[in-house]
T-cell receptor, first 111, second 114 residues
Framework: DQQVKQNSPSLSVQEGRISILNCDYT??????FLWYKKYPAEGPTFLIS?????DKNEDGRFTVFLNKSAKHLSLHIVPSQPGDSAVYFC??????????FGTGTRLQVFP | AAGVIQSPRHLIKEKRETATLKCYPI?????VYWYQQGPGQDPQFLIS???????DKGSIPDRFSAQQFSDYHSELNMSSLELGDSALYFC?????????????FGEGSRLTVL
């Protein structure tokens, strides 16, 4: 049973608009969440993270929101750029234990 | 369904020893990635292989080497181990060109260097 779920395999957004990528989790013990970005033929690279003591973390155009009661987090990219086109992975861990990854959402930003 | 298998799950070594971690990708997956996650740190990309050839290289120390074999399993070899090599090592696999770009991670191998 998947503990981290990204229910949308793909998302298409126009350049300049907001991209919202969603992630749901089932394990209430998760206390640290990360987003990874992957370009074709490259390994995923770390993008942004959030601890469970926060509900928002912002880094430039990227903001991650955490809703613990709903066991839901989202990544907002504003404004979206064509270079943001990639696959985005959500990951979670409990007590600095191993990371559990979602299956990814492919974002395509078109001009 | 078969997942990514990593072995051993736990390994304890002493400084200056050598360690080998193994990764068995999901059947038919041709791409393997290695990640290192130190205590309290985010996973860092080490190296990846596609069709038995190195495809991308991240922050992998010179003391480490890796390869992908004909059956697509991969091994990460770590020599002259240092205390700082203690970490959780993740392997992930994918099928190159897969439409969804899905990446499947193993449960990790925890290396402790004493």
């Amino acid at each position: 049973d998947q503990q981290v779920k990204q229910n949308s395999p793909s998302l298409s957004v126009q350049e300049g608009r907001i991209s919202i990528l969603n992630c749901d989790y089932t394990n209430s013990m998760f206390d640290y969440f990360l987003w990874y970005k992957k370009y074709p033929a490259e390994g995923p690279t770390f993008l942004i993270s959030i601890s469970s003591i926060k509900d928002k973390n912002e880094d430039g155009r990227f903001t991650v929101f955490l809703n613990k009661s709903a066991k839901h987090l989202s990544l907002h990219i504003v404004p979206s750029q064509p270079g943001d086109s990639a696959v985005y992975f959500c990951a979670a861990s409990a007590n600095t234990d191993k990371l559990i990854f979602g299956t990814g959402t492919r974002l395509q930003v078109f001009p | 369904a078969a997942g990514v298998i990593q072995s051993p799950r736990h390994l304890i070594k002493e400084k200056r020893e050598t360690a080998t971690l193994k990764c068995y990708p999901i059947p038919r997956h041709d791409t393997v990635y290695w990640y290192q996650q130190g205590p309290g740190q985010d996973p860092q990309f080490l190296i990846s292989f596609y069709e038995k050839m190195q495809s991308d290289k991240g922050s992998i120390p010179d003391r480490f080497s890796a390869q992908q074999f004909s059956d697509y399993h991969s091994e990460l070899n770590m020599s002259s181990l240092e205390l700082g090599d203690s970490a959780l090592y993740f392997c992930a696999s994918s099928l190159a060109g897969a439409e969804a770009g899905e990446l499947f991670f193993g449960e990790g191998s925890r290396l402790t260097v004493l």
